[in-house]
Each structure stands twice: as C-alpha cells, then as structure tokens.
C-alpha cells in the first residue's frame, strides 16, 4: 500500500475515506489524490533540495496534473508553478495564485499567450527559441512592461527513457542547442534587449528518468555552457533551471527510488561543478511534476463485466480505460491494481483489465494477477496521478471522469464529473442548409 492506503476489513481506505464511499458519493471512474501523500513528497523535496551556496526554488510543473484546487495545494506549500499553455495559465491565474511565482514555457507561444504572461506580470518566462525574444519583447513595448526571462537550451544529453518524453537529444524540438555555432550571439541579441530581465539558463533533459548520472551530468554541462557565456558576454548570470524528470516507481518491477538522495546527489553535483569552475550561482530551480503526485494519485472503476476469449484471454472491463489514462496505449506503462472492495480475497487469477473504448489498445494492464472479482467489485489502478487526468480526452464521447482529495477522513471534490451537456455545449446545429 503507498501514501496513506490501509485495508479495513477488506475495503481499500485513502486518507482514511473508504473507496465504497467515493464510488457512492461521487460515482467511477474516479480520480482520488491522497494529499497527505502529495504534501509528504513536496516536504522531501523542499527538505533535501537545499544548497548553503545558492538560493533553491521549486516550481510544479503543472502539467502532470493540474485544477484550480490543486495550485490552492502548491501555493499552501510554497512552491512555485509552471504552466506550458494559456489554458494551463488560465487556470492557474484564476485560482488566485501569486503572479509572481507563475512561470510560463512552451516551445510554439502564441502572441495571446505572451500578452497573458505580460499584463499579469508573472515571474518569468522561458523561452525556447531565438524568434521568442523578438516576440516578448514586442509585447512588453506594447504594454510598456519589462519582464524576466530564461533561455531554454538543448545539451544535448540522451537520457535513458521511453522515446517519446527525452527531450534533450540532439534532434529534439526544445530549445537552443548549445552546439549551435551561433549560440553566444543568440543569447546576446537576448541580453541586450531593454524589455528583456535575461536571469540565466534552462535545461529539461526529459522525463521519468532514473539515471542520477544523466543528472549530474546535465548540471556539470550547464554550469559550463553559464561559466563560458558570462565570460564571452562579460555579464553576471544569476540564475539556473535543471528542470524536472524525477523517475517515479510506478510497478514492484521498477528501481526503487529515494527523492532525497537524487535531491542530495543533485546538489552535491551542482556544488562541485561551481567549485571546479570558479563561479557563483544565485538561484537554482527544479521543475518536478511526475514526482510530486504520481504516487499521491489512483483511478478508481467500477467493474461491468467480465469475458474469456476463445484465444484465451480473460477480460474483466472497468468503466474507464485510455481515455482517463492513456499511458499503457501511448507509452507502454505497467500500472499495479486491486480489487479494492476485496482485499481479503486470497482467490487469484490473470486477467486483463479493459476499457470501454471501441480500440484493442484499449487496455489498463495486461495478464496481471488480480483477486476474483465480478460486476460491481472496484477496481483500483495506482499511481496513476501524474499524465493520467491531464492527458485525458473525450474519445467516444467519454466524461472526464470527477477528481476528490482525501485527507484525514475527508473527502474534497476538486472536480466535477462532466456531463453529456458539457460534452455538446460548444456544439452548433447546422440550420439553413438542407
Ligand atoms: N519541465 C519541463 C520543461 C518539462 O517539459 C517537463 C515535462 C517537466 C518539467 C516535468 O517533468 P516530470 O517531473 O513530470 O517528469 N506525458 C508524459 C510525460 C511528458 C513530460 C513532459 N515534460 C508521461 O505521461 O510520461
């Protein structure tokens, strides 16, 4: 059991709310956030990502997963956020979060969403290319508004990880190369822009990775690439963003993963490479999303049915599938589930879990073994908090299903399940043409 799961009598409880009661209250799928879980792993982070060389901060990256009562939880725990979109920005500005400790990226921004960044003042912007600082700054003349930015760069380091989330190998689309034989005159023609605060470097090397070496690796090449700029530039440059990719332990096979020690390690690399260089850095930021609520998060099914195939195959289909979870269909992940409802069950068997999509890929885990369950039961996927809501989709016209927070015996909806209005309301029946 993780976070703050326990079995009473055989029924599943998360933050001390048993499961038969969320499907009752709020029905399945469901999404269920154990915010204890959540702040314990925002605690870790903010206790072991600590440096008396340098300031540290610790932005969210909100993607992973993001609703307005979420950023209630990362503005009561004081850290930072990012978003990668207006709507991201959106909905992080209305719920009220300090604007300056809203950070926007992006590889393709919209002038709309630059002039969002810059009539709220948020805290910086990070820009992915070259042709964004014309932009920006066109946009801070427009509104007569300076604003801090950093300038993403590809180091080129080829992280072990799915194909599809490296984002640091030398054809990736983020960022400026560092290999660029322009590169000092990129950053230049940043620098001396008047609209323009330039704080200093980012880097995002990808995402779920395990390899602490690839870290260090990633903090020695920046502190390089910041040590060789300034000198060429003769300019002092404050600030750096390692950004997030912290591997989480999603299934018993993964690598069993200590948040600390790769906080630890991080900084120990960082510090050394400053020494080894001669330089000061003011400010160092990381960007976790995966590993502040992969763990804290579940989906919760309800189970329809079950079928065996005349090849074999034994179903048991849930209420939910890929379009609350798409990671098995996209990247091949392995989730952990059980019979939430019958803990107790000592009866086994190997089945497949599947949605209700019309696709064969519709599939949550494959030949797994699973206590004997039958309609009704609930089933319970883990760590499914982090891409698993925000890379939800209405495939089949599918509800997103509702999120809950528990916490100490309580639950707390953050969002509501949508409904077949919600589903049409942008809908406009053709009038006039036949
Ligand atoms: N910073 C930047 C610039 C990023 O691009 C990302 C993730 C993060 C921070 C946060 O990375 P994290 O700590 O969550 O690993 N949909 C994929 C993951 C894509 C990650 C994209 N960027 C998945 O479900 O595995």
Do not use: W
């Not at 039961?377 to 495939?395: E, F, P, Q």
């Amino acid at each position: 059991y993780l976070g703050t799961m326990t079995n009473v009598d055989g029924v599943l409880e998360i933050g001390g709310v048993s499961v038969k009661e969320l499907q009752e209250k709020y029905g399945t799928p469901l999404y269920i956030y154990d915010l204890e879980f959540m702040e314990k792993n925002i605690k870790d982070l903010k206790e072991s990502f600590v440096s008396e060389k340098f300031k540290t901060t610790i932005v969210y990256a909100s993607k992973a997963y993001l609703s307005k009562g979420m950023t209630q939880i990362i503005e009561k725990n004081g850290l930072d956020i990012d978003a990668v979109s207006g709507g991201e920005l959106y909905t992080i500005l209305t719920s009220n979060f300090p604007t300056k400790r809203v950070h926007m990226h992006g590889n393709n921004k919209s002038l709309e969403e630059i002039e969002m960044c810059v009539k709220n003042g948020i805290g910086s912007i990070i820009l992915d290319n070259r042709f964004e600082a014309e932009k920006v700054a066109l946009v801070c003349r427009k509104f007569n508004k300076k604003m801090n930015v950093m300038l993403r760069l590809n180091i080129g380091i080829d992280a072990h990880t799915h194909e599809y989330i490296k984002t640091s190998k030398h054809s990736s689309k983020f960022g400026e190369s560092i290999f660029d034989k322009d590169v000092v005159k990129i950053v230049k023609d940043i620098v001396d822009r008047p609209e323009l605060n330039f704080l200093g470097f980012h880097s995002h090397i990808g995402s779920q990775i395990f390899d602490e070496l690839a870290f260090c690796e990633g903090v020695e090449t920046m502190v390089e690439f910041t040590k060789k700029i300034s000198e060429k530039l003769n300019i002092c440059i404050p600030d750096i963003n390692i950004g997030g990719g912290f591997g989480v332990r999603y299934t018993q096979e993964d690598t069993d993963v200590n948040l600390k020690k790769i906080m630890k390690k991080i900084i120990r690399c960082l510090e050394n490479s400053l020494v080894k260089e001669g330089m000061d850095i003011k400010n160092v930021t990381i960007e976790p999303g995966r590993s502040i609520v992969a763990q804290a998060g579940s989906t919760l099914y309800t189970v329809g049915g079950e079928k065996e195939t005349y090849g074999g195959e034994k179903y048991i289909f849930i209420d939910g599938g890929m379009t609350d979870n798409i990671r098995p269909a996209l990247y091949q992940a392995k989730y952990e589930s059980i019979v939430a409802n019958k803990l107790n069950e000592t009866e086994k068997e190997i089945v497949t879990i599947a949605g209700k999509c019309c696709e064969s890929g519709d599939i949550i885990a494959k030949n797994v073994r699973l206590g004997k369950c039958r309609e009704n039961d609930l089933i319970l996927v883990s760590c499914t908090g982090a891409y698993g809501h925000s890379m939800s989709s209405n495939y089949n016209k599918a509800l997103k299903p509702a999120v809950v927070f528990v916490k100490d015996g309580k639950s707390y909806l953050v969002s509501k399940r949508e409904s077949y209005d919600d589903l049409t309301k942008n809908d406009i029946l053709l009038e006039n043409i036949f």
